[in-house]
């Protein structure tokens, strides 16, 4: 018996993404809401499905990319070959919003030139309504725009622990974040309960910087993340600074405020 083959059908997926807890450093598909929509109509969304093997989230096909998923053209057609993620607001024709229906994360908006050959990662930070995980460090508080007298809204704090890379945490609209970290090395003496270390702690906001796409979503996370550095009033009617230190104690919550204040006031550059 002969075969002969009379057609070949290919289908491409424009886009999959992975979600990273940046906290536990793993993937997290459990209760996330995915939407994707063209960056010119944010009124109907197309909603990505989990895979059940493995655990990315994609989209069979999208507005406007129907040739693609067909094999009729490439993805250099739709966006240039070299465009980096720094420069991909440029050509963006898509925009990712992540919604976390426990709200253990904070929701995530990625402007996107689409469609993708690759798996797009994506961090998902902490909310400040996520409860602490057990044997991790915790830091939380509430970021001011002094000059303004608002909320640092999609603010960021960078807290670099002693011998340790920079831990980042990113404040909701309301200025609100919270952090975890482990606990740096102990000590070569002493108990552990009464250990503290050093840490020192900065913060990212400029408005001029944040990408905002919609009034119903946070800016664009990469814009978030790009923020020029701020001033931090240590104390009140002190001279801003570009980072401060704080005590960490073992197991013990760390509340980063001005001092005599209950929040952490600062300034944009």
């Given at each position: 018996?002969?075969?002969?083959?009379?057609?070949?059908?290919?289908?491409?997926?424009?886009?999959?993404?992975?979600?990273?807890?940046?906290?536990?450093?793993?993937?997290?598909?459990?209760?996330?809401?995915?939407?994707?929509?063209?960056?010119?109509?944010?009124t109907?969304?197309?909603?990505?499905?989990?895979?059940p093997?493995?655990?990315?989230?994609?989209?069979?096909?999208?507005?406007?990319?129907r040739d693609?998923?067909?094999?009729?053209?490439d993805?250099?057609?739709?966006?240039?070959p070299?465009?980096?993620?720094?420069?991909?607001?440029?050509?963006?024709?898509?925009?990712?919003?992540?919604?976390?229906?426990?709200?253990?994360?904070?929701?995530a908006t990625?402007?996107l030139?689409?469609p993708?050959?690759?798996?797009?990662?994506?961090?998902?930070?902490?909310?400040?309504?996520?409860?602490?995980?057990?044997?991790m460090a915790s830091?939380?508080g509430?970021?001011?725009?002094a000059?303004a007298?608002?909320?640092?809204?999609?603010s960021?704090?960078?807290?670099?622990p002693?011998?340790?890379?920079?831990?980042?945490?990113?404040?909701?609209?309301?200025?609100?974040?919270?952090?975890?970290?482990?606990?740096?090395?102990?000590?070569?003496?002493?108990?552990l309960?009464?250990m503290k270390?050093?840490?020192?702690?900065?913060?990212l906001?400029?408005?001029?910087d944040?990408?905002?796409?919609s009034?119903?979503?946070?800016p664009?996370?990469?814009?978030?993340?790009?923020?020029?550095?701020?001033?931090?009033?240590?104390?009140?009617?002190?001279?801003?600074?570009?980072?401060?230190?704080?005590?960490?104690l073992?197991?013990?919550?760390l509340v980063?405020r001005?001092e005599?204040?209950?929040?952490?006031m600062?300034?944009?550059?």
């Amino acid at each position: 018996m002969t075969f002969h083959l009379r057609e070949t059908i290919i289908r491409r997926a424009p886009l999959a993404v992975r979600c990273i807890d940046v906290v536990r450093d793993q993937p997290v598909s459990n209760d996330l809401h995915l939407e994707v929509y063209l960056r010119d109509h944010l009124t109907q969304p197309t909603v990505a499905r989990p895979s059940p093997v493995s655990g990315f989230f994609g989209v069979r096909t999208l507005p406007e990319l129907r040739d693609y998923v067909t094999n009729a053209k490439d993805a250099s057609a739709y966006c240039s070959p070299n465009l980096s993620p720094e420069d991909e607001h440029q050509e963006a024709n898509f925009v990712l919003l992540i919604q976390d229906k426990q709200q253990r994360f904070l929701p995530a908006t990625l402007v996107l030139c689409l469609p993708k050959t690759h798996v797009v990662p994506v961090d998902l930070h902490s909310s400040p309504a996520r409860s602490p995980i057990a044997g991790m460090a915790s830091i939380y508080g509430e970021i001011w725009d002094a000059s303004a007298d608002a909320p640092a809204a999609w603010s960021v704090v960078r807290v670099t622990p002693p011998s340790n890379n920079p831990v980042r945490a990113i404040a909701d609209a309301r200025g609100m974040f919270q952090m975890m970290l482990p606990h740096p090395g102990p000590k070569k003496s002493g108990v552990l309960h009464e250990m503290k270390w050093v840490i020192t702690c900065e913060v990212l906001y400029k408005l001029d910087d944040q990408l905002d796409v919609s009034p119903r979503m946070p800016p664009d996370m990469r814009s978030i993340l790009n923020q020029g550095t701020a001033n931090i009033h240590d104390v009140p009617d002190g001279d801003g600074k570009t980072s401060i230190e704080r005590s960490l104690l073992y197991q013990t919550p760390l509340v980063l405020r001005t001092e005599n204040e209950n929040r952490l006031m600062i300034e944009p550059q």
